[in-house]
């Protein structure tokens, strides 16, 4: 039975990555975890900047608009540090499935540009922000100790790395010597579905994987909300997990084994993410204030309009994904 | 092999499920919650709620407003007085860090020196809405020298539910003269698991039932003061006698909102109603940044502290605005400015069951700070 799942979804022959050669297989690993650590990144920027958010939200909410525009001018470096780690992950995906030289050429120019304009703007806002009195000194404090000293360090790395991207785009770009068309053509109609459906997926693949990692450092696993814990840690984890299987398994595939692998995959999803859901509201009936006392730092947007919407979000996401995914693999087998 | 496996993840799964601590029953343990200070005559506390510190805060910025705090009541009260205790009610952070909790540890401590009073920290509902770990918090208040803090690992509901006996002697033996109530009032619960709202939380019973306890134990004739976060429905409730039903009880500053209670009757708590019979004088709380309005309702004054600093909302009470409550507001205070409603509250115990109450409306401004005290 092993033998069989291993034969049919594990062998080296259904890959596109084992028909590289030499440079382009290293390029490609490379390039792999070039994607993962900005993916990681990402996720922790964007948990920072959703605290920040949360925040200006709560103020507009409450009626002091002036409170939430202060907040706002204070916190912009962390908006854009996130922005700036976000387009590199794009930069990053378009080497990784890079589907022609011309269209890689376009994404690295187009994403190098915008790079080095966040990173840019970071560094003279805090400047400017000093010299203005908006930053009472270079290190003041909250949300680091070192902030906004740690986003001018940070967006000056990112500098480098849009720079990089844009002469890699000018300079090296016929030198890249591996093309890899594995992701199929999305028709014009579905793009813009198709495309939000993607994004929406990745942000909270971004914010489920800080957001899980959090779980196991931010939670009060004692108490009785061990169980409760545990299953939001796993409900939090389940969209970048499937994220990492659509990007680092399923479109790895060569194009016939994918067809071959879609019903079987999602099938599995479905019933994780479901199995995960079931789980998840059990352990809620059984500590119904475990959200607000065990880990409420996990929710920084549920607590606006005290609403339990975020954490269900959360949960039905990965659930969403599936039912989607399956409805397409099965029009597709339909239609043969 | 199965089997073996079977147990142990058998095993696992009622851990999980029920926690690994066995906790031990409050009753057994009444002395564990009591700490106690030296009273004397004129014996000040200063209320400071909702600080909320959070992602967005300077924290300089925000240390400089409570240096000015700090100082006007020193002024207020005069050379050769004191602050004796600050009594921190709650959402002192809110989607904050380990940075946040201690620089604001730091900062205390080196308050309580340089004024020579204590704190007690009491935890509000966003205290616990921040990347720390909830029990990681309560270890930095119980370190910190001259916080005055309790977590047990108790069947209690809540976290800082202590108690601080103002004692001739300084010591928890010594003849109780007042209480201080600290009761943690929690923070929202889902009335069922796919409930997409949550309901603030309340005072449970078992917390009014451990404080009766406490209160018996020093002598069912202490007056007592009680401190928490979020208030009960008893504040909607004395309102509303006065404004629907013209009763007139005694009230005084502004509700620029509402009291974000929980709202729910089926959820009212009983701890006004019960120390209402046992000499509880009064219950001060924060939460509702735009309200600190106080009544004397039945014979102890409810009131909710005047919010500390200007992070995430605050009102801005203007002569100008029509609407009655800012003018009824208005109407009971000496004064006809415009000004924002932030500062703190400080209550004198005196000899007897008497104590003072004031409101302290602190504005930072170019032109000179706006600082002015208005008595209940």
Sequence with gaps: MGELVMKRFFDKENFLFPSFEGKAKKQSVAIAVGLIVGFILASFTFFNMLYCFADIVGSIVSGSADVAIADFLRSLPVFLTF????????????????????KLHRSLMKNGIAITAFAGVTIVYVIEGLIEGRYLKIAEGSPSALYPLDSVLYAVLFVLVGVFFILYAKKFIKKIPYVVPSRGPVCKKARGAYCTFVTFWCLFALFGLSGGIFTFFIYDFAHGYAFYGIMTALAYLLSPCFLLVWEFYFNELKEEKRKEALLPLVTGALCVSGLVAALYFLSLALGLDAPSNAGFGMFPVAFSASVNIATMLTVVTPLVVSVVVLVK???????? | MKTKFLLALTSLSALTLTGCNSPFHYEEHLADYCHALRYRDGFNILQLTDIHWNANTSTIASKRYLDKVFAATATRIGSGNKIDLVEVTGDQFMLANTYHVTTFLEYFEAKAQEYGFSYAVIWGNHDRHGLYNPNWLSDQFNKAAHCIYNDLEDDLYGRSNFIINLTEDGTTSGATKWQIANLDSGASFSETAVSPFRDYDYIRKDQTQWWLKEHALVGDTVPTIAYYHIPQQDNLEAWNAIHNNNKTYKHKFFKLEGFAD??????ASDFIAEGRKHHLKAAFMGHAHNVDWTVDYDGVVIGLGVKTGPELYYAHVSTEDKDPAVQEGYASID?????DLIGASMVTLHDGEAFDLQHLYLNERATGDFVKWVNW
């Design chain 1, 83 to 102: 922005f700036m780690t976000f387009w590199t992950v794009l930069a990053l995906q378009a080497f990784f499935r890079n589907l022609s030289p011309e």
């Design chain 1, 329 to 336: 693999g099965l029009r597709a087998k339909s239609r043969g």
């Design chain 2, 262 to 267: 929980n709202g729910n009757r089926e959820y």
């Design chain 2, 335 to 339: 004064f006809k400015e415009i000004f």
